[in-house]
Structures are given as C-alpha cells and as structure tokens.
C-alpha cells in the first residue's frame, strides 16, 4: 500500500494540472501586456505592433512547449501510480489492469460458471434479478435503512412496470410484500404506534403486506429509545409481550433489560413524581430501585437469584457506591451496547431470521472463497478441462467456524456428502455411511461387517436414516 | 466444533474484489488529462493562427482584433482547464478515501476482529450501491451512498452518465431511441475508443443512415449518401460502406436480412448494450456487478444439502412462494414459534436468501464437521450431546428425560437411555 500511497501523493503535490494552470496564467498575462502595450498611448502602438507581435511568437511558443513538459510531468504520475496498482494487484488478473473487463463475465474469470448466464450453474444470478433485488430489500430494512429502502422500492416497481409494458416478463412478486399500499410506501411515518401493543408474531398462515418493514420499524424504533434516548420502556414492554417465546430460548433479555433499569433507578437522583414524599432526595433513586425491585424481581426464573441479591445487596451501600464491591454491577455504558445487541439478537430469531445480516455473511464468506475459486477456474481453463459436476463446488472453499452453521457429514467410505438422495445412514454399531455406500458394500449379501469396526449385522433393516 | 481455518487476514487475496476501486479513478484521471491535451492543442492551433493571420502591414485595429481573439481562446483553455482540475481534485480525493479504506484492511489482523466487521459492512454498502447503479436505481444509490457515508468510495457520476446515454439510446416503450448523447460520449473519448477498436461509433453512425433510409424523401436520402461518404471512408469503415449501400438499396418494408433486422426498432436495444459494453471496457469496469460475484462465490461456499432439505428444520420460515401465477404470492408465517435451538440461524437456510441459493453449487468437503461427542435421538436426528442436554434444561424437561428440541414442546419425549451414540468419521 505504501508504494500506491506514495504514488498518489505525486499526483496531488505535483503531478496535476495546477502547474499547466500557472503556465496559461502567465500566457494570458503575456497577451495582456501586449495588449495592453498596443492599445495604449504613442509611440508604442501602431509603430511598433508588428514589432510587439513578433516578439509575441518566440514566448507563445515557449509557454506550449512547458504546458506541453507539465503534461507529461502529469503523465508520469499517473504511470507511476499504475505501476504501484499493478505491482499491488498482481496475480488477480482475474479483474487484471489488462483485463478486457468481461474477465469477470458468465465465462471464465472468477465465476466459475457462477457468476452470470453460464451453462454450468443453472442458478447464474444474472437471472434471478427479482429474488437478488428482495434480498436488497429485505436487507434494507434490516439495517433500519427505511427511506431507502422504500425509495428503492419505489424505483424497482417503476422499472418493472416499464419493462413489463414492454413485454419482458420479470418476478417482481415479492414487491407485493413490501408495499403496504402502492401509494403510500414510505416507511418512515410514525404510525406504527398501534402496531407496537400487538404482540402476537405467530397465527395468521400468511404474513400480510408490509409485515416485515413494520416489524423492523418497531425494531427499530426500540433500539433507538435505547441507544440515543436512554429509554428502556419500549425494550422493556417488548420483552414482557414477548416473555414465552424469550423464556423458551432461555433468553437473558428479559433480566438484563430489568437488571439495566435497576441501575439506571438507583444512579438517579431526579426525584421520581412518585417519590415526592421522600425526605431525602439523595435516597429517592435506591428506593425508587427498591420499589422497582420488588415488583418485578420475584416473577424471575431461579437461577437468576444469585444475581438478584447481588443487585440488593447494593442498596446497602447507598450512597457510597463507588467504594463497595457493587460499583462494577453500575458501569452503565457497555451494558447499554451489549443489551442494544441482545435486543437485535432476539428481535431477530423471534421472526425466524439472522441476527447478522445473511447478504454480509455470504459476502464475507465470498471474498474468503473468491481467491480460491478465481485460482482453480485458472487451473482449469489452463488445462482446458471443465467442471462438470453442477451441484457441488469442485474445490473446497474453507471458511472460519464462525460461518459454519450446519454439522456436515461426509462418508468415510465413498468420500461424498450427504444429500436428500444419498443420505447418511447409521449401522447398528453406530458407525455412519452414505446410504449408497453401505449399498455397495452390501450389495448380494446376507449379512455383513461394518468397515470400521467388527460388529456384523443383517443387512435388511442394518441401518437407519439419521439427520445429521 | 474446531475453526475449519486460521481467521489471520490475509488482505492481498482479500482485495479481488476491490479491485476496481483503485482502478476507476485512475482512468477517470487518464480521460482528464486527454481532456486537457484536446483543449491545449485546440488552443495552441487557435492562437497560432490567429497570430499568423497578422503581418507587418497589419492595421492597429486588425493587430488588436487578433491579440483580443487570442486572449479570448488564452482565457477559454484557462476555464476548461480550470474545470478539469478541480473535477482533477475530486478524483484524487476519492483516490485518497479509496487507499485510505483498503489501507484500514491492511492493518486488521484477523477476520475475527471487530474492526473487520466495521470494513467488511462497508464493502457491502459498496457492493450493494454499486449493484443499485448499474441497475439504473439511481436515487435509491444516492441515498444509500449517502446515509453510510460512502460517497467518495462509489462511482455516482459515472453510472448517471451511463445510465443516462443507455436510456436515450434504449428509447422509451419500443419508440426508436436517440444516438446523439451516445455520438457525444464517443467523441469526448475518441483516443481511447480507438485504442481499443470499438465499432461503438460506426454503429451509431449507421443507425442515423438507416433512419435517413427509413424515409421516403429524396433530400433525406441524398443526406444518407453525404453521411455515408462522411463517415464510411477507408479501413474498417468499408464495411460499414457496404452495409450502407445495401440499407439504400432496400425499402424499409423489406423482408430481406440482414437488412429486415437493421431497419428494426431492436437496434436500439442492440445500440443500448454494445454501449454499456463498450462504456464498461472502456473504464475498466467489471462486466457484471461484483455483489453477483461476492454472491454467488459466498453463497455456494455457506451451502450445505441440508440448507434446502425437506429435513431442514430451518428452512421455511417465511419461504416465498415462486410462482407464474403472481397473485399467489405470499410469505407464509409459522404457526407454531420457530424452533429451539442454540445455533444461529444459518443465512442460506433464512428466508432472505434461501431461494436464490436454490440454484448455486453447495460447498464441497473432503471429511465430515460435528459437533463434539454427537448422540442420535429415537428420530434420527443427532446433536452434541452437551448442546441437547443444555437446550432440555432449558426446555424445563425432567431430569432422565429428553425431546428433540427442533419441535420445542410439541414433540415426543424418550427417556435420555434411548439416546445412542454415533460414529461419524
Ligand atoms: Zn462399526
Ligand atoms: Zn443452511
């Protein structure tokens, strides 16, 4: 990076068009003079103009042969930053500074067929334009990005309207969910207010229009109370709505929003409307905690106790706080963020989908798999062979465990993955093959031995389908 | 489970898809600076002649006119020039955005950092606006560039002018389109269309002869000829020439090919691609948006069977029915709350992308990935012993007892004894 760096400081400090500007400066200002010097008072005007015009020509041709020098100084710069671009980008010809910049069209270059309109892969994204522009959408309005995304909308539908009245046939059904009506797409009213007091995310078989915008909207709008207003009741009110399903999940939610509210009681000192018959002012932050405590703890799961006593145990030590053991139980600013993400989280998984956004999984995992793919489609359009199998990546693509979300069995034996037609099947002893494979292996006998181990069986019902 | 690789970053491998970012700007400064060659040569022809003109016997008022004529192309190279810097300026500018943010990838260690989060968002916000225009989405680009801050770090201009020329030569509702805008993208970069062979301005060309042909009229047909001489002279234009003649000789009723299809509106569609070819090769831009590239690499390698398996518990979730039939479509919502398992839900299986994934390769693996001491229920299904026994817990089931916890409460429930372990290797 440091070559590119230094090469593109070349071109702001000198390398540009300021000093071709100072040199058309001082030709304009030449032409002034003598312009000037001609117009002006005898003796110098109609004696000597031809004169003054001659001597005109030598600097006029001076001045374009250093415009000329600039140029090429400018030039220079812009070869020397290529050649830092180059040298940083070598070996990557897949999108190569020579690339014609169809290197990475439906045929060769990285997409090993997976990229657009290639025969390999049936599923080129190239066609699938209706269902790649949903993910956009969806991905929107997960990122809380409403006035996009009900601009983009708004675009996408207009497009679509003109292309089908030009016959070309485009699914653009899922529009149809992101529209709560066609002429009013803007997502970013307040008048979800009602929407708020319903609780209820299962029921009716079919999600009704707009759904999915309303629900982040209501998102949202609660991590907004929580990170830039410092409100916890509509995360709070949320999380009571949702106690069941939160309490199915053994989620913390619920806990650690009361926990948070707790603290925030008990650091303050505003007096409460409530409190106003409270002596001392300087108390009506643990009381109203205390009050607070008591009606909501009790309803807590047990193993939350220890944790509870905790909380309590604090309010012995008001108004020293600081210097009791409880003071770490009261750093309110990363619980703040932690619960912002706890929130999403379970926001999230309530409505059945990622917590993180699935379009930037799959891009990170893209761009880990992308240099290993790029370097076998080169393999193999250097060797001219080609890929046949269309359903399976001819090369393993690691990624992190991080992006591993299913267990994954391969069979010891014929070294395929498990599918929905050769699925993985359990010998009485436990060991799994690929049902094909124990076919094989089977194939005209009675009885016979698993491969890893001594155990015999029968083979009519020796296994059994697992789920892996 | 293990990490399947090291997370350390390894950012030069990391950059094929940044590519482009550092490239465009650089042949944006290469067009400025042939801007600026133009405008002088222009300039110096210009003031030389206008010097040249004048002679020892020139008059006062004549010597003036032609020194206040030079001072004037002087001051018009100064404005352009002018221009040019500062549209200079700006480019270098994103130049710097650009190495600045590839530079913060240089400086994250592994992918497991947050700072990689924070950078790898905004490739996707880079991905995602530059998908939005090259799809003519243009105000939702804007806006998106806009609110992730990311403006230096995207290529607005360029797609609006782009787009722009696309849509005039498209025509709009199958009327016939204009190539003038077109005509004039080629002449502002007539060096570099040349230096890559493009027949872009032959093609156009011949498009404003067959619209003279089209028409009756005898002095619309003479001005074909004189356009044709213009324009079709000499190397690979002969070509053109002959194509021409043959446009004349036909009606533009003809049912003869090739001349049937070049009287056809569906040249302009033609006109529109071989553009945004052109306009695409011309800079250096990927033919196909990257997102697809990003896509449809990380999709296939997140894919596993299971991601569109009937047994996928997962799977479902709001899936999106495709039909042809367009007033069937629908999410359908769970009736019951979706499952208990600890694991996040997986990006494939999720209704955001499952049904774009139906098509792409799964991942390919040589040796099998489980989870820790796996155990398989009465139902086939098997889990990491520690992971059941802690969903069960947290499912309130009695102690010796279990259920698979893909069915939460609704399923069956075995005694813990019934559950087997299994060799998967
Ligand atoms: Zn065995
Ligand atoms: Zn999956």
């Not at chain 1, 290993?372 to 090369?395: F, G, M």
């Not at chain 2, 020892?56 to 006119?65: E, I, M, V």
């Not at chain 2, 324009?231 to 002959?242: K, N, P, W």
Request: net charge negative.
């Amino acid at each position: 990076m440091d070559a590119l760096l230094t090469a593109h400081n070349t071109l702001t400090t000198h390398a540009n068009l300021s000093t071709t500007l100072t040199t058309v400066d001082h030709l304009i200002d030449l032409l002034q003079q003598t312009r000037d010097n001609i117009a002006g008072p005898p003796p110098n005007t109609a004696v000597s103009a031809p004169l003054q015009i001659a001597k005109l020509k030598g600097p006029i041709r001076q001045t374009f042969e250093k415009v000329e020098e600039d140029l090429k100084e400018v030039n220079k710069g812009l070869n020397g930053y290529q050649k830092a671009w180059k040298e940083k980008f070598k070996g990557k010809d897949g999108l190569g500074m020579e690339g014609s910049g169809e290197s990475l069209g439906g045929g060769g270059g990285v997409g090993l067929g997976l990229g657009a309109g290639s025969g390999v892969a049936s599923g080129g994204l190239a066609g699938q334009k209706g269902l790649v522009e949903r993910a956009i959408a969806m991905h929107l309005l997960r990122e809380g990005e409403f006035h996009v995304a009900s601009t983009f909308v708004k675009e996408v539908s207009a497009q679509s309207r003109s292309r089908n009245s030009d016959g070309i046939e485009e699914n653009h059904s899922w529009l149809d969910d992101f529209t709560t009506d066609s002429d009013n797409v803007d997502m970013e009213d307040e008048h979800l207010e009602d929407d708020y007091e319903d609780g209820e995310l299962y029921g009716p078989e079919v999600m009704e229009r707009g759904y999915l915008q309303r629900k982040f909207a209501e998102m949202y709008r609660i991590l907004d109370a929580l990170r830039n207003h410092h409100n916890l009741a509509p995360a709070i009110h949320w999380a009571n709505i949702h106690s069941d399903e939160l309490g199915a999940r053994a989620s913390n939610l619920e806990f650690e929003l009361a926990r948070l509210r707790f603290v925030e009681l008990y650091t303050s000192s505003k007096s409460d409307p409530e409190n106003m018959d409270d002596a001392d002012p300087s108390f009506s932050g643990p009381i109203a905690a205390l009050r607070y405590a008591r009606t909501t703890f009790p309803s807590f799961h047990p193993r939350y106790t220890h944790e509870i006593s905790a909380l309590l145990g604090a309010l012995a030590f008001s108004p020293s706080l600081p210097t009791s053991p409880y003071h770490t139980l009261f750093s309110q600013e990363p619980t703040r963020a932690s619960i912002a993400t706890l929130f999403t989280t379970s926001f999230t998984t309530l409505l059945a989908l990622p917590s993180s956004p699935p379009l930037l999984t799959t891009t990170n995992a893209g761009a880990l798999a992308l240099p290993v793919l790029t370097k076998y489609s080169h393999i193999l359009s250097r060797t001219r062979s080609s890929w046949t199998t269309s359903q399976e990546l001819p090369v393993e693509t690691p990624l992190p465990g991080s992006m591993n979300f299913h267990n994954i069995f391969v069979c010891p034996v014929s070294k395929e993955q498990g599918t929905e037609a050769n699925w993985p099947v359990m010998l009485p002893c436990g060991h799994v093959l690929a049902r094909e494979s124990l076919e094989a292996h089977a194939r005209g006998k009675g009885r016979c031995k698993c491969p890893y181990c001594p155990v015999e069986f029968r083979v009519e019902g020796g296994g059994k389908r697992v789920f892996i | 489970m293990a990490e399947l690789i090291s997370t350390k970053l390894d950012p030069d491998s990391h950059l094929l898809l940044d590519q482009p970012l550092l490239r465009l700007p650089h042949e944006l400064l290469r067009k400025n600076l042939k801007s600026a060659q133009r405008h002088i040569e222009i300039a110096n022809k210009g003031i030389a002649t206008s010097i040249q003109t004048l002679t020892t016997h020139s008059s006062p008022a004549d010597t003036l006119d032609a020194l206040d004529a030079t001072l004037l192309k002087a001051q018009t190279l100064k404005r352009k020039l002018k221009a040019l810097h500062a549209e200079e300026a700006t480019l270098h500018r994103q130049q710097k955005a650009r190495i600045a943010h590839l530079q913060e990838l240089h400086d994250i260690p592994t992918i497991a950092d947050v700072k990689y989060d924070v950078w790898a968002q905004t490739r996707l916000d880079r991905l995602l606006v530059d998908y939005l225009l090259r799809q003519n989405y243009l105000a939702s680009a804007r806006q998106l560039a806009e609110a992730k801050g990311i403006v230096d770090l995207v290529d607005i201009p360029v797609f609006e002018e782009c787009g722009r020329i696309e849509a005039s030569l498209c025509g709009v509702h199958g009327e016939y389109g204009d190539v003038r805008e077109a005509l004039g993208w080629c002449a502002e970069n007539k060096q570099a269309l040349k230096k890559i062979g493009s027949i872009l301005e032959l093609e156009l060309r011949l498009q404003q002869f067959i619209e003279l042909a089209r028409t009756d009229e005898m002095d619309k047909l003479m001005e074909a000829i004189a356009h044709a001489r213009k324009h079709f002279v000499g190397g690979q234009d002969t070509l053109y020439g002959l194509r021409a003649g043959g446009v004349l000789a036909h009606a533009p009723d003809t049912m003869v090919e090739p001349y049937k299809t070049m009287y056809a509106p569906t040249r302009y569609p033609y006109l529109a691609a071989l553009f945004l070819r052109t306009h695409h090769t011309l800079f250096a831009l990927p033919a196909h948006p990257l997102l697809h590239t990003a896509l449809s690499a990380g999709l296939s390698a997140l894919k596993t069977p299971t991601c569109h398996s009937a047994h996928n518990p997962h799977r479902g979730m709001f899936s999106h029915q495709h039909s042809s039939d367009k007033t069937t479509s629908t999410m359908s919502r769970p009736s019951v709350p979706p499952l208990l398992t600890d694991t996040p839900v997986c990006p494939i299986c999720s209704t955001e992308l499952n049904e774009l994934a139906r098509g792409v390769p799964y991942a390919h693996h040589t040796k099998s990935y489980m989870e820790d001491d796996p155990v398989v229920l009465p139902n086939g299904r098997v889990f990491g012993r520690e992971r059941l026994r802690g969903l069960n817990v947290k499912l309130g089931v009695p102690e010796g007892r279990v259920r698979d916890p893909t069915d939460g409460l609704g399923g069956a429930e075995w005694a813990w004894g019934e559950v087997r372990k299994v060799f998967i290797l």
